[in-house]
T-cell receptor, first 110, second 111 residues
Framework: EAQVTQNPRYLITVTGKKLTVTCSQN?????MSWYRQDPGLGLRQIYY???????DKGDVPEGYKVSRKEKRNFPLILESPSPNQTSLYFC?????????FGPGTRLTVL | QQPVQSPQAVILREGEDAVINCSSS?????VHWYRQKHGEAPVFLMI?????EQKGHEKISASFNEKKQQSSLYLTASQLSYSGTYFC????????????FGTGTRLAVRP
């Protein structure tokens, strides 16, 4: 089954404790993105990757890092999380004109 | 810059029609529409390309006014399953494949 998976789905952590949210797709797509979703603000792009080893900043990249060492994986790294990064995070994989979203990761930073 | 969606929310009775609008201050290459049900990921509905091409959902229609940089999504004879939040995503020529999403329109369809 074609899909985008994210782990973990839920995470509660404390300020400053490094964390990684994994994203994996099995559709051999080159283009992948990370979004955060906050009430009233819609989906805002954090980072995107057009291919392996090619990444670029989206609209809200501060406080986040990404890497793309393999085509299927695109992890999101928060080196020192802060409470303002509490949000719902979506990974997406793009084929043609369609973005396929993962199930989301709800992150709470205390 | 995020596109502007209107209305922010709408409540319908089953069978009624609704229009959701999306406008941008920049010249658009394409407009994408997604629907997100509560607790789920957004799902692609359709794309409207500069020049008039459309691809997507069979039961939902949309328009794209290239001169005004506006798009409208038409939901006719609404069903309970249409409930959710609708997002438009806009793409400008210079941004490559980058989509910028609006803040969403919440639609509730009541029996």
């Amino acid at each position: 089954e074609a899909q985008v998976t994210q782990n973990p789905r839920y995470l509660i952590t404390v300020t400053g404790k490094k964390l990684t949210v994994t994203c994996s797709q099995n559709m051999n797509h080159e283009y992948m993105s990370w979004y955060r979703q906050d009430p009233g603000l819609g989906l805002r792009q954090i980072y995107y990757s057009m291919n392996v080893e090619v990444t670029d900043k989206g609209d809200v990249p501060e406080g986040y890092k990404v890497s793309r060492k393999e085509k299927r994986n695109f992890p999101l790294i928060l080196e020192s999380p802060s409470p303002n990064q509490t949000s719902l995070y979506f990974c997406a994989s793009t084929s043609g004109y369609t973005q396929y979203f993962g199930p989301g990761t709800r992150l709470t930073v205390l | 810059q995020q596109p502007v969606q209107s209305p922010q929310a709408v409540i319908l009775r089953e069978g009624e029609d609704a229009v959701i609008n999306c406008s941008s201050s920049k010249a658009l290459y394409s407009v994408h529409w997604y629907r997100q049900k509560h607790g789920e990921a957004p799902v692609f509905l359709m794309i409207l390309l500069k020049g008039g091409e459309q691809k997507g959902h069979e039961k939902i229609s949309a328009s794209f006014n290239e001169k005004k940089q506006q798009s409208s999504l038409y939901l006719t004879a609404s069903q309970l399953s249409y409930s959710g939040t609708y997002f438009c995503g806009t793409e400008i020529r210079s941004s490559g494949d980058k989509l910028t999403f609006g803040t969403g329109t919440r639609l509730a369809v009541r029996p």
